[in-house]
């Protein structure tokens, strides 16, 4: 097999890469290890209760328990189907904020600048929300507000304002601090994946080759020039030239652990794996950062919640409503409102995101909703400091690697969520949300002192999904790839997925990854065509 560009992982990046890249012709060959995307829990927003530890969809990756998080196993849902984990996630669209960019930009990553990524968030959606200048009108991805609010959203945004929160009447227009309700990447009934999107439209052209059940093994180097994979695909070791470039897109854990293991690492650690050293790189597999995240959880009287709506009898009515209008519980992804703020008022931007979801889980048995209607709040880091690791702890590539998260060990992101617990309290006690509050379940009205809040973040927080930064980018000499995503010191290769994120994004990823996709593409077409003057 032989293509112009050969991509390992058709996830959120992975997609928008194939098709940007064979949109102009050039020969592309897209390995996914997952299957096709043909499960109608995909398609259905509320089929994403179902997708996280699925046995066919989710790598089912867990990281090593820790004692800053009580020793508890972690689980890391990713997704493994055409669309990656755009396939299986909570649909929330938000784009991050103008200083997330700015920073990167400051940091030596030149052309990264909020200025210079504005134009690809435009290119890739599809909405009628905010303004022109801001928001794409004609991209690939439609963004969609909820079709239908419950009244408890509606109070909880209320209830924000109350307590000092200015509405953002766009949550992805300029207006970076506030709360407003959230966008979807859905389009009417259907999830919105950036394999129903962008790959549903490239995928009859010739020059597209899409290989599923196809697992990326080994890069192979010609001296220090990446020249294919290895892949093995229905118990079959293959192998797929590059001949302009690979590019790998396998995602935050993935990414790090196919170079480590195709000799690109700390030279140390690799050879006691036994894996030849291609390039001494230690940074690759560090600075993983993610959004932790702590539930307060309440009880709530004479409220519609989604745990009602998705229970028998009354589920039979909401897939009633969802076929003939496309509405109801069964379009809700995992958010419906947001407040963006600040844990101090000295922060430069808003370091906190509340995620309000109008129904509760059960924490003996998640990700089941408990049988009394209940909401939920988490407080989550939306600027972390916490940083940990993306190991190989072997040289098969069918062993998943050591995934340490280093929650808390920056001990201002526990001050941080302490904080966001004590706001998601100040916002529950206003009066138009206050007389429904039945009882806080967690952490409960016995947590009142920082330090037993404290507890309940070690205890209870978790992860919200949102791996970021082990491959990533810079000028610097620690950086694993340069601002045009190319992998310093080796010719030939990219990483294009969330792993090259210096910091992680405020807020939800998918929006900023699909953006980087878009723009890491013209970036390759840009130098293609240079090299070709
Ligand atoms: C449960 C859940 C809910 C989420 N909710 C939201 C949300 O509401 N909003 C939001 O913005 N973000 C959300 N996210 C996060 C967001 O979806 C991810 O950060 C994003 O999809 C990651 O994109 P990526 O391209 O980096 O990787 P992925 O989309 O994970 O793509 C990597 C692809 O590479 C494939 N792959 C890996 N290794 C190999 C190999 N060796 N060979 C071949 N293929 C390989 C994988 O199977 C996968 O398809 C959520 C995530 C999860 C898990």
Redesign the pocket.
């Given at each position: 097999m032989e293509a112009d560009y050969v991509i390992?992982?058709?996830?959120?990046?992975?997609c928008v890469l194939a098709e940007r890249l064979s949109a102009g012709g050039a020969s592309v060959i897209l390995?996914?290890?997952?299957p096709r995307d043909r499960s109608v829990l995909i398609h259905v927003p509320a089929g994403?209760a179902k997708?996280?530890g699925h046995p066919v969809y989710d790598?089912g990756f867990e990281a090593s328990p820790e004692p800053l998080t009580g020793g508890r196993v972690i689980k890391l849902?990713?997704?493994?189907?055409?669309?990656?984990?755009?396939s299986?996630?909570?649909?929330?669209?938000?784009r991050g904020v103008a200083a997330d960019f700015d920073a990167w930009a400051q940091a030596g990553c030149r052309g990264w600048s909020y200025d210079d990524v504005l134009p690809h968030f435009k290119a890739i959606e599809q909405t009628e929300s905010g303004d022109d200048h801001t928001r794409g009108r004609s991209g690939p991805i439609a963004v969609e507000p909820y079709r239908t609010v419950l009244p408890i959203t509606h109070r909880f945004v209320a209830a924000a304002q109350q307590a000092g929160f200015t509405l953002m009447p766009d949550i992805n227009g300029d207006a970076t601090e506030g709360v407003g309700y959230s966008q979807m990447s859905r389009r009417g009934r259907f999830r919105q994946s950036t394999a129903s999107t962008f790959l549903a439209a490239a995928r009859r052209r010739p020059n597209l080759q899409i290989e599923t059940g196809?697992?990326?093994?080994r890069l192979t180097f010609q001296g220090l020039r990446c020249s294919g994979v290895d892949?093995r695909q229905d118990g079959v070791d293959q192998h797929a030239v590059a001949r302009r470039e690979m590019i790998v897109?396998?995602?935050?854990i993935?990414s790090p652990q196919?170079l480590q293991i195709s000799g690109i690492g700390a030279a140390a650690q690799l050879r006691d794996l036994g894996v030849d050293v291609v390039l001494d790189r230690p940074s690759v597999g560090h600075n993983l950062s993610d959004h932790y995240t702590a539930p307060l959880s309440a009880r709530v009287l004479d409220a519609l919640t989604v745990n009602q709506m998705r229970r028998w009898p009354r589920l039979g009515l909401e897939m009633l409503r969802w076929v003939v209008t496309g509405r109801g519980a069964l379009t809700f992804?995992?958010?419906t409102a947001s407040v963006y703020c600040r844990s101090r008022p000295d922060v430069a931007s808003p370091d906190l995101q509340l995620l309000f979801f109008p129904g509760s889980f059960d924490p003996a048995n998640m990700p089941e909703l408990e049988r009394e209607p209940g909401l939920r709040v988490s407080a989550t880091l939306a600027r972390p400091r916490s940083r940990g690791t993306v190991l190989a702890t072997s040289s098969d590539?069918f062993a998943a690697p050591q995934i340490k998260l280093g929650y808390l060990s920056d001990p201002d992101d526990l001050r941080v969520l302490v904080e966001g617990l004590k706001i998601a309290r100040r916002i529950l006690a206003a009066p138009a949300i206050a007389p429904l509050i039945r009882r806080e379940t967690a952490p409960g009205a016995q947590a009142q002192s920082d330090e037993a809040i404290a507890q309940h973040v070690r205890n209870a927080g978790t992860t919200v999904?949102?791996?970021?930064g082990t491959c990533r980018m810079g000028e610097d000499l620690e950086a694993v790839v340069d601002s045009r995503l190319r992998v310093r010191g080796i010719g030939g290769l990219r990483v294009i997925?969330?792993?090259i994120m210096p910091t992680v994004t405020t807020g939800?990823?998918?929006?900023p990854?699909i953006m980087i996709?878009d723009k890491g593409a013209a970036m390759i077409l840009e130098d293609a065509a240079t090299l070709k003057h």
């Open positions: 390992v992982g058709a996830g959120s990046a992975g390995l996914e290890a997952g994403v997708l996280s790598w849902p990713r997704g493994k189907v055409l669309g990656g984990t755009s299986i996630n909570g649909m929330n669209f938000v196809a697992v990326a093994t892949f897109s396998a995602g935050a993935c196919l992804g995992a958010t590539p999904h949102h791996l970021a997925d969330a792993s939800n990823i998918n929006a990854i996709a």
